[in-house]
């Protein structure tokens, strides 16, 4: 009991940062002998509580994660050269280092343990029948006299330049003589794309995304709408603010970058900036709120407040990657089903609650990001080809 007591107190002082390297190396001989059950036991003594659903995580459980999250990177990385032949049998301690519950994370698997790029996890069962391919550049150009353009997925994007649509390497599409009216720009599920306004300002949209802009901005503000995720690198131009129209809420800004996530399924609208300054304001007009780089607004029916953004997680799908610190099963899954085109169904079983960590590139398949979280045995997955149930 005395020895259960010590290492406890030993991990709680890891992942505030406080052991000295003896104690972390005597932590560390400890995962060495104990059984997973024991290292899920003394790591769920850091999670008191499972919150909804609908519930955010605490600023406190996203410390914890990252410490844990960071301190164990530093720590496989300093040895993995091979002077401690032990550290072999710490992989199970990966399962549970980022949550009480959470899926092997595929990039440290690539990085420490020598695994091909596209790590494969054995399997009893078919997980995955007609694995789906991840999603890829592609998009649809509805101009504002109804012209429908389906965009070539070999392109990094388009421009609009003189009422002109051009590809990025120059080459014509179409024109764009209405320029007071709005055209839109649509990926679907499983895909993205980038333009550039005429103002010159870049958009990146994000899967299952909608982004209205006019031909020309001829007013003295700009002002496009967006349906879904996208991220913004907005052009300055001097008395012309630039605003962004999503779902229950008005984003002004002058020139900065930052995101906004507005899919109507999910129950909040998250606006994180990264540089420069953004006034995000309720439809209703009621509320609003000032962000400096670094934070982000989350708007509700019921109220808009800022919280500190972790910046890596919201510009992750930029960067053709999943990351997920402490995020909830059911939010995991709805950013799965719109990169690979699927729809989530849940078994009575599911474990809905569950809190995911890790990180995996989305170029991966979907069986590759299924086996990976099925290697906690805490979740199970099956597949028809078109739809995942959750077990």
């Known amino acids: 009991m005395g020895k259960n007591n010590h290492i406890r107190s030993l991990y709680h002082r890891y992942i505030n940062g406080k052991t000295s390297v003896k104690e972390t190396d005597d932590l560390f001989k400890y995962f060495d002998v104990s059984s997973e059950e024991d290292l899920k036991q003394l790591i769920d003594t850091s999670f008191d509580t499972v919150e909804e659903d609908i519930s955010p995580v605490t ?32 992989f199970p301690i990966l399962r549970w280092s980022a949550a009480a519950a959470v899926f092997i994370v595929a990039g440290w698997a690539i990085a420490h343990w020598g695994l091909t790029t596209t790590p494969t996890y054995p399997s009893d069962t078919n997980t995955v029948v007609n694995d789906p391919s991840p999603g890829r550049t592609q998009a649809t150009l509805t101009l504002a006299d109804g012209q429908l353009i389906e965009l070539k997925e070999n392109e990094e994007g388009i421009t609009i330049v003189d009422n002109q649509v051009k590809y990025a390497d120059g080459s014509p599409i179409a024109d764009s003589p209405l320029a007071t009216k709005l055209n839109t720009i649509n990926t679907p599920r499983g895909g993205q794309y980038r333009i550039t306004l005429p103002d010159g300002t870049k958009v990146w949209l994000n899967a299952a995304s909608t982004l209205r802009y006019p031909g020309r901005f001829l007013t003295n ?133 569950l809190k995911i960590g890790g990180s995996i590139s989305r170029k991966n398949s979907l069986s590759s990001v299924l086996k990976a979280m099925e290697s906690t045995n805490s979740i199970a997955f099956e597949f028809d080809g078109k739809t995942i149930l959750v077990k």
């Open 221 to 353: 503000e700009r002002v496009v709408e967006l349906d879904g995720e996208a991220y913004f690198e907005v052009s300055k131009a001097i008395g012309k603010p630039f605003r962004v129209v999503s779902r229950q809420q008005v984003v002004q800004v002058l020139g900065t970058y930052f995101n906004i996530n507005s899919y109507p399924d999910e129950p909040s609208i998250k606006t994180t900036l990264l540089e420069g300054a953004v006034k995000v304001t309720s439809a209703d007009k009621l509320r609003s709120v000032t962000l400096s780089p670094g934070k982000q607004a989350v708007l509700t029916e019921e109220e808009l407040h800022t919280r500190d953004a972790d910046t890596d997680v919201v510009m992750a799908w930029k960067n053709d990657d999943f990351i997920f610190r402490g995020q909830n099963l059911q939010t995991t899954m709805r950013q799965l089903a719109r990169w690979y085109d699927v729809e989530i169904a849940y078994a009575s079983t599911a474990p809905v609650h």
């Open 59 to 90: 600023v406190s459980e996203e410390q914890v994660l990252h410490r844990i999250d960071e301190s164990i990177h530093n720590h496989i990385q300093l040895h993995q050269d091979g002077h401690s032949p032990a550290i072999r049998r710490r």
